[in-house]
C-alpha cells in the first residue's frame, strides 16, 4: 500500500477472466516475485505455444509453429481468470474494490481530483491513475478522444467460450485455420476452450460496447466460408453474451500524465495482443509508478516523469516488437498461406522440452 488508501474502480458486476490465456514474462517476473504471487502464478501456469497445429480446409494438420518461435523458459503463460483470481486475493484489506462502477466526470483542482461516478455524487481524490484498458474511459476524459491516440494494425479479432469443445478428443491440440485475409481456430486448456476469428480490415466504425453489432460484423466476414469448423465457431459465438470483439490496436501517447492524473497498462500505451506483452507491461508500470510516488513521498509533479521515463524503453520495446506477426497468422493471399506453411514445423517433431519448476 506504501501508505496510500486506495480506491479500485472496475465497470464489470464481476472479476472478468473471459478471453485468452497471457502471459508474464521478462522483468515482470521479478516484479511478481516481489508481489509474492509468483509461486501462485506458476502453480496455475499453462502451456499452448508447443500446441498449436495449422490445418487445412478439412482440418488436416499441415504444421505446427517452429521452436524457435515463442516464449523464453521463464515465460509463465496464465488464463485470464487466474491472474485476475491472484491479483485479487493479494490485495490489501483496506483497499477498496468497487465492480459495477464506472468514471463519469474529471475535475482536477489545485489540491485535489473531484470524480464523478454512474452511480452517484462526485468524490475527491489526490490522484487518479486510469488503468482502464485500450479504451480507458479516464484517458478520453482528460487527453482527449480515443481516436487521437489510436494505431489500428489492420486486425480484428475475436474470442468466445466453446463449450462444446472442452471435452473433445482432442490431445490438447489447438488447431488454427487461415484462408486469405482470415484466421479461425480453437484453444484449448485447463478445462475450457475458445474459439478465436482474425479478419484484416481497415477500421471499422462501431460502438465497443454493442456485443450483437460486434456479432453482426463477425456473421459478414466469416458467413461464406464453409471450410473446417469455422461455422461451428459462428454458432458459439451467436450463443455467447460475453463474446470479445475488438481491433488490433496500439496507443501512442506522447505522455502518460496531466496534472493529477497519470496512465497505466493498455490505457496509456497498449502495444496490441500481437506483442503478448499487456500484462507484463501493466506489471512493470504500477510497480515503477508505485515506487517513484514512495521516492518522492507523494509528490506527482516528480514522481510520474520519473516513472514514465523508467517504463518508455519497455513500451518502446513491446510495441515495436510487433513486427509481422499479423502476417503470420493471417496471411492476405494464397501464395501468402503457402509461403507460411513451407516454414512450419512438421507435426509430430519433437517439441521443446518442458520447463521444470
Same mark, same amino acid.
Given at each position: 500500500?506504501?501508505?496510500?488508501?486506495?480506491?479500485?474502480?472496475?465497470?464489470?458486476?464481476? %472479476?472478468?477472466?473471459?478471453?485468452?490465456?497471457? @502471459?508474464?514474462? #521478462?522483468? *515482470?517476473?521479478?516484479? =511478481? +516475485?516481489?508481489?509474492?504471487?509468483?509461486?501462485?502464478?506458476?502453480?496455475?501456469?499453462?502451456?499452448?505455444?508447443?500446441?498449436?497445429?495449422?490445418?487445412?480446409?478439412?482440418?488436416?494438420?499441415?504444421?505446427?509453429?517452429?521452436?524457435?518461435?515463442?516464449?523464453?523458459?521463464?515465460?509463465?503463460?496464465?488464463?485470464?481468470?487466474?491472474?485476475?483470481?491472484?491479483?485479487?486475493?493479494?490485495?490489501?484489506?483496506?483497499?477498496?474494490?468497487?465492480?459495477?462502477?464506472?468514471?463519469?466526470?474529471?475535475?482536477?483542482?489545485?489540491?485535489?481530483?473531484?470524480?464523478?461516478?454512474?452511480?452517484?455524487?462526485?468524490?475527491?481524490?489526490?490522484?487518479?491513475?486510469?488503468?482502464?484498458?485500450?479504451?480507458?474511459?479516464?484517458?478520453?476524459?482528460?487527453?482527449?478522444?480515443?481516436?487521437?491516440?489510436?494505431?489500428? %494494425?489492420?486486425?480484428?479479432?475475436?474470442?468466445? @467460450?466453446?463449450? #462444446?469443445? *472442452?471435452?473433445?478428443? =482432442? +490431445?490438447?491440440?489447438?488447431?488454427?485455420?487461415?484462408?486469405?485475409?482470415?484466421?479461425?481456430?480453437?484453444?484449448?486448456?485447463?478445462?475450457?476452450?475458445?474459439?478465436?476469428?482474425?479478419?484484416?480490415?481497415?477500421?471499422?466504425?462501431?460502438?465497443?460496447?454493442?456485443?450483437?453489432?460486434?456479432?453482426?460484423?463477425?456473421?459478414?466476414?466469416?458467413?461464406?466460408?464453409?471450410?473446417?469448423?469455422?461455422?461451428?465457431?459462428?454458432?458459439?459465438?451467436?450463443?455467447?453474451?460475453?463474446?470479445?470483439?475488438?481491433?488490433?490496436?496500439?496507443?501512442?501517447?506522447?505522455?502518460?500524465?496531466?496534472?493529477?492524473?497519470?496512465?497505466?497498462?493498455?490505457?496509456?500505451?497498449?502495444?496490441?495482443?500481437?506483442?503478448?506483452?499487456?500484462?507484463?507491461?501493466?506489471?512493470?508500470?504500477?510497480?515503477?509508478?508505485?515506487?517513484?510516488?514512495?521516492?518522492?513521498?507523494? @509528490?506527482?509533479?516528480?514522481?510520474?516523469?520519473?516513472?514514465?521515463?523508467?517504463?518508455?524503453?519497455?513500451?518502446?520495446?513491446?510495441?515495436?516488437?510487433?513486427?509481422?506477426?499479423?502476417?503470420?497468422?493471417?496471411?492476405?493471399?494464397?501464395?501468402?498461406?503457402?509461403?507460411?506453411?513451407?516454414?512450419?514445423?512438421?507435426?509430430?517433431?519433437?517439441?521443446?522440452?518442458?520447463?521444470?519448476?
Amino acid at each position: 500500500m506504501r501508505g496510500h488508501h486506495v480506491t479500485i474502480v472496475e465497470r464489470a458486476d464481476r %472479476l472478468r477472466g473471459n478471453g485468452s490465456p497471457i @502471459d508474464v514474462r #521478462g522483468d *515482470a517476473i521479478q516484479v =511478481a +516475485e516481489e508481489m509474492g504471487i509468483l509461486p501462485a502464478l506458476r502453480d496455475a501456469r499453462i502451456r499452448m505455444t508447443e500446441q498449436v497445429h495449422f490445418v487445412d480446409d478439412d482440418g488436416t494438420a499441415i504444421g505446427r509453429l517452429p521452436d524457435d518461435i515463442g516464449d523464453s523458459p521463464d515465460d509463465i503463460e496464465i488464463a485470464r481468470e487466474d491472474l485476475s483470481r491472484i491479483l485479487a486475493e493479494a490485495l490489501p484489506e483496506a483497499v477498496e474494490l468497487r465492480l459495477g462502477e464506472s468514471v463519469d466526470s474529471i475535475a482536477e483542482h489545485d489540491d485535489r481530483v473531484e470524480v464523478g461516478f454512474a452511480s452517484g455524487d462526485p468524490e475527491r481524490f489526490d490522484l487518479v491513475l486510469g488503468a482502464d484498458g485500450v479504451h480507458s474511459a479516464v484517458r478520453r476524459l482528460v487527453f482527449g478522444p480515443e481516436r487521437d491516440w489510436t494505431r489500428h %494494425l489492420g486486425l480484428y479479432v475475436a474470442i468466445t @467460450d466453446m463449450p #462444446g469443445e *472442452a471435452d473433445a478428443e =482432442a +490431445e490438447r491440440i489447438n488447431p488454427m485455420y487461415s484462408y486469405p485475409g482470415h484466421l479461425a481456430g480453437i484453444a484449448r486448456f485447463k478445462d475450457r476452450a475458445i474459439g478465436v476469428l482474425m479478419f484484416a480490415s481497415d477500421p471499422i466504425d462501431y460502438d465497443y460496447r454493442d456485443v450483437e453489432a460486434q456479432k453482426r460484423i463477425l456473421f459478414e466476414q466469416f458467413a461464406e466460408c464453409r471450410s473446417w469448423k469455422v461455422q461451428t465457431i459462428l454458432d458459439a459465438v451467436r450463443a455467447d453474451p460475453d463474446v470479445y470483439f475488438d481491433s488490433i490496436s496500439q496507443i501512442h501517447l506522447p505522455s502518460w500524465h496531466r496534472g493529477r492524473v497519470a496512465l497505466v497498462g493498455d490505457a496509456a500505451h497498449c502495444a496490441s495482443p500481437l506483442a503478448g506483452r499487456g500484462a507484463s507491461l501493466a506489471l512493470t508500470g504500477a510497480q515503477f509508478l508505485a515506487e517513484e510516488l514512495e521516492r518522492s513521498h507523494g @509528490d506527482h509533479v516528480t514522481a510520474f516523469p520519473r516513472y514514465e521515463a523508467r517504463q518508455r524503453p519497455y513500451v518502446e520495446f513491446a510495441q515495436g516488437a510487433v513486427g509481422g506477426g499479423g502476417a503470420l497468422l493471417v496471411p492476405p493471399t494464397r501464395e501468402a498461406i503457402e509461403a507460411r506453411n513451407r516454414l512450419l514445423q512438421p507435426v509430430g517433431s519433437a517439441p521443446m522440452d518442458p520447463v521444470s519448476e
